[in-house]
């Protein structure tokens, strides 16, 4: 199983980046995916996630209207949209999965203490900032 983000970069505020992550060695039509990022001296947090088998979404408050994740089974790709940053959205942004989950809530909810459960790609930067 392997995940790898891209699509990160400096932007300014209110700009938006499309962020993507190619997975291989499983197929997006069962296990969640999701988006996940950390900012220098703050802990990972969900940032969205994706339920493949029934296109079910999950945000937290942080990217309600303004992020958006998405899959394309064809290309087996995760995209995660972001729209009207914030500098505070500034951290290395990572795609996730869960391959024994297939419920996008419970895997944007996964303690951090199971997150070695999960299968993880290698991050990219995103920088908010004028």
């Known amino acids: 199983v392997q995940l790898q983000a891209s699509g990160g970069g400096l932007v300014q505020p209110g700009g938006s980046l499309r962020l993507s992550c190619a997975v291989s060695?499983?197929?997006?039509?069962?296990?969640?995916v999701g988006w996940f990022r950390q900012a220098p001296g703050k802990e990972r947090e969900a940032v969205s996630c994706l339920s493949t088998n029934n296109d079910i979404t999950y945000y937290p408050d942080l990217a309600k209207g303004r992020f958006a994740i998405s899959s394309d089974s064809a290309k087996n790709t995760v995209y995660l949209q972001m729209n009207n940053l914030r500098p505070e959205d500034t951290a290395v942004y990572y795609c996730?999965?869960?391959?024994?989950?297939?419920?996008?809530?419970?895997?944007?909810?996964?303690?951090?203490?199971?997150?070695?459960?999960?299968?993880w790609g290698q991050g990219t930067q995103v920088t908010v900032s004028s």
């Open positions: 996730a999965t869960d391959l024994g989950q297939s419920s996008s809530y419970a895997l944007c909810h996964k303690r951090p203490a199971n997150w070695g459960q999960m299968n």
């Open positions: 060695g499983f197929t997006l039509n069962r296990p969640a």
